[in-house]
T-cell receptor, first 112, second 114 residues
Framework: NAGVTQTPKFQVLKTGQSMTLQCAQD?????MYWYRQDPGMGLRLIYY???????DKGEVPNGYNVSRLNKREFSLRLESAAPSQTSVYFC???????????FGSGTRLTVV | KQEVTQIPAALSVPEGENLVLNCSFT??????LQWFRQDPGKGLTSLLL?????REQTSGRLNASLDKSSGRSTLYIAASQPGDSATYLC?????????????FGAGTQVVVTP
């Protein structure tokens, strides 16, 4: 089925460890996004990529890096995980200009 | 900075009753507003998208209205069913945004009891 695929679905990290969250979409969308969702705070944008080869910071970029590997794939990296990064992470994609927003099923990350 | 608020945070209604969910935003310079549904442990599913020039959008039992000047949108769900139990989030896109970035409310958690 067409959509946005995220891996892994669950992850537990120790403080200071690093990891990369993977995201791939097969809808030929230009724009991709990483959001985090925390209780009572809705979703907040971490980074976005308007097109292949470009990335830009969102509302809460500190502690994260991203790579837009090609049109399909957009990864999020935590270089040195902190307990404050415990959250649910969602990848999303959209057509040019934000139409057809589609979300992945999320990665639940716990940092201990 | 745009602030999006959804009140109440949680709502419980008996089956068959109409649902009214509210969303308010502080900056009326929006490009569009979307309503999403989120089931526990799942991603978000887009329900309705209202462009800034529109006053409402309808899909089946769902109707969303938009009053840009007062900074409000309302999602109506007619004749609620237990399957409507979920968290509903609204999100706005600024009129100055070229890349589809959304500002989300915290959501309203809805429980429809049989």
């Amino acid at each position: 089925n067409a959509g946005v695929t995220q891996t892994p679905k669950f992850q537990v990290l120790k403080t200071g460890q690093s990891m990369t969250l993977q995201c791939a979409q097969d809808m030929n969308h230009n724009s991709m996004y990483w959001y985090r969702q925390d209780p009572g705070m809705g979703l907040r944008l971490i980074y976005y990529s308007a097109s292949e080869g470009t990335t830009d910071k969102g509302e809460v970029p500190n502690g994260y890096n991203v790579s837009r590997l090609n049109k399909r794939e957009f990864s999020l990296r935590l270089e040195s995980a902190a307990p404050s990064q415990t959250s649910v992470y969602f990848c999303a994609s959209s057509a040019q200009g934000g139409d057809g927003y589609t979300f992945g099923s999320g990665t639940r990350l716990t940092v201990v | 900075k745009q602030e999006v608020t959804q009140i109440p945070a949680a709502l419980s209604v008996p089956e068959g009753e109409n649902l009214v969910l509210n969303c308010s935003f502080t900056d009326s310079a929006i490009y569009n507003l979307q309503w999403f549904r989120q089931d526990p442990g799942k991603g978000l599913t887009s329900l309705l998208l209202i462009q800034s020039s529109q006053r409402e959008q309808t899909s089946g039992r769902l109707n969303a209205s938009l009053d840009k000047s007062s900074g409000r949108s309302t999602l109506y769900i007619a004749a609620s069913q237990p399957g409507d139990s979920a968290t509903y989030l609204c999100a706005v896109r600024a009129s100055t945004d070229s890349w589809g970035k959304l500002q989300f409310g915290a959501g309203t958690q809805v429980v429809v009891t049989p």
